[in-house]
């Protein structure tokens, strides 16, 4: 248990009726096929089914989604990657690790997410692909995103790592692109009690020759018809993912509705929220708000028992990890403002409206006390 009057996630809160679930797990280690097989493939069945998309293919995690993704659709030495700096590592280091080049764009001020403007002028010959990034729970316009990506001849993928069950439009995200990235990691609004992951798609033959990827290549025992992987979801694992499954839509429920109360008690004071979302588009993995004040808010609420933190301090062009794609301060201005001035306040399904009211009163009394 944490020393938190108000932590930053309740992990042990998203095993609804476990006793449900032990007794599965235990006959999984009786049976011993701990690899692969019919849990692994009724996961992929009913997260493909989930999201309206053709079809989905487990592996063991969202960078792994990421990577796998780009190799099955043939991206690699020479091509271009457009996406955008205001995400995790791991969305850029992905293109890297394929042999492509991340081209990372600026990000939008009000919504936080890929500014498309600075996409579609990033465009080159050697583009092969827009990766967009549903950043915070939050779903890029994906018909904008189509359009672009259609304009230009390029392939569309999607980061879903934190936006599990929100609509763009009509449809949930990760359902109508040439890939879906997933993440289960145990951070995520659909989490594994480990890492896990899974890609989406249209196409069979991609979901295809992903499924020979995750397996080494092999399409029999001992025959590798191309260079793999080893990256299965594993099958306890999928487990625990079909199991929460079912509760992700009400879990973003309140999700949903712990934002509004954040929203509506702490509207009139001088901090911004992520905006733009419509209706079902947000499913709030995080909650951002935005001061020029933000580290000392960060440490008043730290002190007073509420476990907030910053994503991302440092935006991924300034990391020594990139310092290949030579990009200065200064470059992606908005990226760069966002990762001074944001803070994200505590928001899992199980907190409580003491929990809420505790976090507010900490802002409240921050901003009274600052002026
Ligand atoms: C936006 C984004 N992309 C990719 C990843 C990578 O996922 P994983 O940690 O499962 O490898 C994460 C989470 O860690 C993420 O938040």
């Known amino acids: 248990m944490s020393d938190w009057r108000v932590p930053r996630y309740d992990y042990p809160a998203q095993f609804p009726d476990l006793d449900t679930l032990i007794p599965r797990i235990g006959d999984l280690l009786r049976e011993g096929n701990y690899i692969l097989g019919e849990p692994v493939t009724r996961f992929e069945t009913d997260f493909a089914d989930f999201l309206g998309a053709r079809f989905a293919v487990g592996l063991n995690s969202g960078t792994d989604a990421l990577i796998l993704a780009m190799d099955a659709l043939g991206i690699g030495p020479g091509d271009e990657v457009i996406t955008v700096a205001n995400s995790f590592h791991a969305t850029a280091m992905s293109v890297v690790r394929v042999g492509a080049t991340p081209v990372l764009v600026d990000c939008d001020p009000d919504t936080h997410l890929i500014d498309l403007d600075a996409a579609a002028a990033a465009v080159t010959d050697r583009t092969k692909a827009l990766l967009v990034v549903h950043l915070f729970g939050q779903a890029v316009n994906m ?5 672009l990506a259609d304009r230009h001849d390029l392939l569309l993928i999607e980061d879903c790592a934190q936006a599990v069950g929100a609509y763009s439009g009509d449809r949930r995200v990760g359902s109508d692109s040439d890939a879906g990235c997933w993440s289960f990691a145990p951070s995520k609004n659909l989490a594994a009690a480990g890492d896990a992951g899974a890609v989406s798609l249209r196409a069979e033959e991609t979901t295809q020759r992903l499924r020979l990827l995750r397996h080494f290549g092999q399409v029999a025992q001992n025959e590798h018809h191309v260079l793999g992987y080893n990256s299965r979801l594993d099958t306890m694992q999928a487990l625990v993912l079909a199991h929460k499954l079912p509760h992700v839509d009400a879990w973003s429920r309140r999700r949903v509705a712990i934002a509004e109360a954040y ?17 079902r588009e947000h499913v709030y993995h995080l909650f951002q708000v935005q001061t020029p004040l933000r580290d000392d808010l960060l440490a008043h609420l730290r002190a007073d028992g509420t476990d907030a933190v910053v994503r991302y301090p440092v935006p991924m062009h300034l990391q020594p990890a990139f310092a290949d794609l030579k990009l200065a301060a200064g470059e992606l201005p908005v990226v760069e403002r966002l990762a001074r001035e944001t803070l994200c306040l505590p928001l899992f399904p199980s907190m409580t409206d003491a929990q809420i009211d505790h976090v507010c009163t900490g802002v409240e009394r921050f901003f009274a006390g600052s002026r």
């Open 263 to 279: 929203r509506a008690r702490l509207g009139s004071l001088p901090i911004r929220f992520q905006a733009g979302a419509g209706d």
């Open 143 to 147: 018909r904008a995103a189509r359009a």
